[in-house]
């Protein structure tokens, strides 16, 4: 762990320098406040920080103050050193957002034991940071597939029928199923279909670009959102996942399961809503599975008949 020595005194920023390296941290080292704040506020700034209370330009105290106005989300524990050792200059400190404090001269066996204690509570905090995270992925994506849930899908295509609506800007949209899925249920099991399931989910996220999103929006059934495309290039983003999914069999143990999708396409455009496309898009879905599957339909949201014949993958 990265620990920042910040003390005017070189004699005592060496000393401490050599012995936290010795015991196993990363040192960077500034001679007064201002450049320890500058270190402190850097994205990769260390967490645990080493203030000597006197110092030229900002003292101490006045780098607590100013580094806990930032109410950075990733919390930096801070031990003042001090000559300073009546209460009333311990309760300055702590108020100003120290953590702890050894007075000088400082017992180097003391400050390591210190150090380790504010290590352990950073330990704790980055533990609550990655449960959050988790709780907050595991709230929008799908367990199964690891794709964004029905809502999460949904949210993200009314933020970007807003967007499209407002910038003029185009957006596809497609919706796709898997092809006579529930006959591989039948035939290889519940848990053939669940990898078949996760595998096209994969092929289909391999098949996109980073700033599309994909959901799985139930069952088999999976939507892609796509940021300027026109109904061009999102029919030509269709044909891509549909011979993605196709080109190729899944294996399961002994068995090659081969499988192909059908994909309605849309765009928000002319949309008023994201209701509308969606209807539109799966609008065309429909047309693709009574027509044969195995392919793309493309369809607008305010026409009534098929704007572009549907390709065969």
């Not at 524990?77 to 953590?99: F, H, M, P, R, S």
């Not at 003029?168 to 099991?189: A, E, Q």
Request: charged residues 30%.
């Amino acid at each position: 762990m990265k620990v920042l020595i910040a003390d005017d005194d070189p004699v005592s920023r060496r000393l401490l320098q050599v012995t936290l390296s010795n015991s196993g941290y990363e040192t960077l080292l500034a001679s007064d406040g201002a450049e320890a704040l500058r270190i402190l506020e850097r994205e990769d700034s260390p967490r645990l920080v080493v203030l000597d209370w006197i110092m030229p330009t900002l003292d101490g105290v006045d780098v607590c103050r100013a580094l806990r106005k930032c109410a950075l989300e990733r919390y930096s524990y801070i031990i003042l050193l001090t000559v300073k050792g009546n209460q009333k200059d311990i309760i300055e400190g702590l108020d100003a957002g120290a953590d702890d404090y050894v007075t000088k001269p400082f017992d180097l066996i003391e400050l390591k034991a210190r150090l380790r204690a504010g290590r352990r509570i950073l330990e704790l905090q980055e533990q609550l940071i990655a449960s959050r995270e988790q709780l907050r992925f595991d709230a929008t994506h799908d367990a199964q597939t690891g794709l964004l849930n029905h809502e999460a899908i949904l949210e993200a295509l009314q933020k970007e029928v807003l967007r499209t609506r407002r910038e003029g800007t185009p957006l596809g949209v497609i919706m796709l199923d898997i092809d006579h899925f529930k006959s591989v249920n039948d035939r290889y099991g519940h848990m053939a279909g669940d990898l078949v399931l996760r595998e096209v989910s994969r092929r289909l996220q391999l098949s996109m670009r980073p700033y599309d999103s994909i959901g799985r929006y139930g069952g088999d059934e999976f939507v892609v959102v796509a940021p300027g495309c026109n109904l061009e290039k999102a029919r030509l983003l269709a044909e891509r996942l549909c011979v993605s999914i196709g080109s190729k069999p899944i294996q399961e143990l002994a068995v090659s399961i081969y499988v192909t999708v059908s994909l309605g396409v849309s765009t928000a455009v002319s949309a008023k809503s994201a209701d509308q496309v969606m209807r539109a898009t799966d609008e065309a879905l429909y047309i693709a599975k009574t027509q044969g599957r195995n392919r793309v339909v493309v369809k607008a949201p305010s026409d009534e008949v098929l704007l572009m014949k549907e390709s065969d993958a």
